[in-house]
């Protein structure tokens, strides 16, 4: 059997998705009993107890099919943003409606734009259908929009910004927002992924709901992931008009948000006691980091979401290992191409203490 045959030559160029180690992984590979993860961004207070409580009680369903039109958190998140309800769609993660922008979007040889340094999910739902990927530097570890803008040609489909900007934590401000929107042709589609919105402190920032009545090409994507918890359980949407959500409904796989990550949405919804702490939290923790940092001499950039980027002496990967046997897992940023950077997930103030003992005893040697 030959593969130049039975595969589509677009997957061939595909590189699989790296996930943080899991915590059970680890402890099975180094014999370890306590590991904690600050990997991959998850809010360390976990969920809600209220949608703790409305999963529970909704795992008694789950031999019957999920609400295929998300009714209810579709319903409560509508009147929340202040939109239709037909102006919303959701998916198994924000992902799955990235790969759905491509399939409804993208053809063969259509040009897509994205940041040289981004979420790598953009340049795999591209490479699904064929597209040719355009990438632009960052300018100080912040999309530049302006050099975004010119790159823009004839045969543009579809650019990702990413704001705030993951692995960096970087956020482009309103002005060049708006800026950048005017310069963009209609028959473009922009995504505004917006996973980690809610944390997002800057004044500056755009409020991209504004914009959806001007600019009808524009897209937002956010996520029940982040702030609210729901990791586990991949709840993403997308905001647009009427015409856009349209048409990624036709791709839409059905009952593609299961019962109990929809119970678990809309309860998170109605907790906004945990949104406060878990804010509260993220800026002591955040402090915290900065100032051992600082103590360090590390450089880092500072972040308008729950993680950091910090820049170390040594490899990264030598300092992922390093960690790793003492149970603390972090995200090596090799993948990237920087040699020395790390992304650490801002933790419970225990956990970030004990990082930063580790990470102090392993810079000293």
Known sequence: MSDNKLI????????PYIPGKPIEEVKRELGLKEVIKLASNENPLGPSPLAVERMGETIKGVNIYPDGNVH???EKLSVKLGVEGNQLIFGN???EILVMLAQAFIDKGDEVIMAETTFSEYEFATNIMGGEIVKVPL???THDLKAMAETISDNTKMIFICNPNNPTGTAVGRAEVEDFLDKVNEDIIVVFDEAYYEYVSDKNYPQSLD???????LIILRTFSKIYGLGGLRVGYGIANEKIISYLERVRQPFNVNAIAQEGALASLEDQSHIRESLDYNRQGKEYLYREFDKLGLDYVPTETNFILV??????DQVFKELLKQGIIIRSLSSYGYKTKIRVTIGLPEDNKKFIKALKSLLNK
């Open 311 to 316: 820049d170390l002496p040594k490899s990264n």
């Open 8 to 15: 589509r030559k677009e997957i061939l160029s595909i590189k």
């Open 211 to 217: 914009y959806l009545l001007d600019y009808e090409n």
């Open 139 to 141: 300018k100080d570890y």
């Open 72 to 74: 209810r958190l579709r």
């Open 93 to 95: 993660g924000s992902d």
